[in-house]
């Protein structure tokens, strides 16, 4: 038979503190000069993402959008839930919290636009 093998535990390692400042920090809080998080230190992911993005918009025509939109606004109107969602939120913006302040309520988008529906108003 095996003999399990032992897992052997590993010890945190003591960070030493950086010579510039409270551990890498300002007096403020703010990361000092030299930090890997201060100015200057850029997402690494952030350069891979603008390169899809640039590429994606290289091969979409203004007409392509158009089309999905369409097709979009043609299923919404199939009674497609998921499709009425997505072309509500792309055309009100997607709805906010209500908030309250004292006794005023704000509205969200969705509400005037269901005000507006059972007042037959089209907007203008």
């Not at 093998?5 to 030493?16: C, E, L, Y």
């Not at 499709?83 to 509205?107: C, M, N, S, W, Y």
């Not at 636009?113 to 059972?118: G, I, K, N």
Request: hydrophobic share 30%; net charge positive; aromatic share 6%.
């Amino acid at each position: 038979m095996a003999k399990k093998a032992k897992k052997k535990k590993k010890k945190a390692k003591k960070r030493t503190p950086l010579q510039n400042g409270n551990n890498g920090r300002k007096k403020n809080g703010q990361f000092a000069k030299g930090h890997k998080y201060s100015v200057g230190h850029t997402n690494p992911f952030a350069k891979q993402r603008e390169l899809w993005k640039s590429a994606i918009a290289e091969c979409v025509t203004k007409q392509d959008v158009i089309d999905v939109f369409k097709k979009l606004k043609e299923k919404a109107k199939t009674g497609n839930m998921s499709a009425t969602k997505e072309f509500l939120d792309r055309v009100l913006g997607k709805p906010t919290q209500e908030h309250e302040i004292g006794e005023k309520t704000l509205f969200t988008l969705a509400d005037i636009a269901a005000q507006m529906r059972v007042n037959g108003s089209n907007g203008h």
